[in-house]
């Protein structure tokens, strides 16, 4: 099993900057892959970036490219989101979402089906 633990969240002004963090524990060894997604109210939930945990690389949605910026800290088993420049449509619950399989293609990543723990989420809410 799996856990995941998001924190970092709150209420920021339009233009400013917050880091999310999503601790990992229980069968670590088991992470392949990580990302964060979001979710607006009445809205599907949104692919926002991920990382292959092994090789380092990165990926992003069109709306976050060039603004957040995923990291992680494999000693501490932690995941991170830089969010700069944030907008008022960025508000939303932010997830934290575990891979334990490898993957072929770096397109399987922006799918949330291919994700097999989810964080509890945390609201992250932008004032215009």
């Not at 099993?1 to 917050?18: P, R, T």
């Not at 392949?32 to 970036?49: D, H, I, L, T």
């Not at 399987?108 to 992250?124: F, K, P, S």
Request: aromatic share 14%; charged share 20%; with cysteine.
């Amino acid at each position: 099993q799996v856990q995941l633990v998001e924190s970092g969240g709150g209420l920021v002004q339009a233009g400013g900057s917050l880091r999310l963090s999503c601790v990992v524990s229980g069968r670590t060894f088991t992470t392949r892959a990580m990302g964060w997604f979001r979710q607006a109210p009445a809205k599907e939930r949104e692919f926002v970036a991920a990382m292959d945990w092994i090789g380092g690389a990165t990926y992003y949605g069109d709306s976050t490219k060039g603004r957040f910026t995923i990291s992680r800290d494999t000693a501490k088993n932690s995941l991170y989101l830089q969010m700069d420049g944030l907008k008022s449509d960025d508000t939303a619950v932010y997830y934290c979402a575990h891979r334990q399989e490898t993957f072929l293609f770096s397109s399987w990543l922006y799918q949330r089906d291919n994700y097999d723990n989810w964080g509890q989420g945390i609201q992250v809410t932008v004032s215009s």
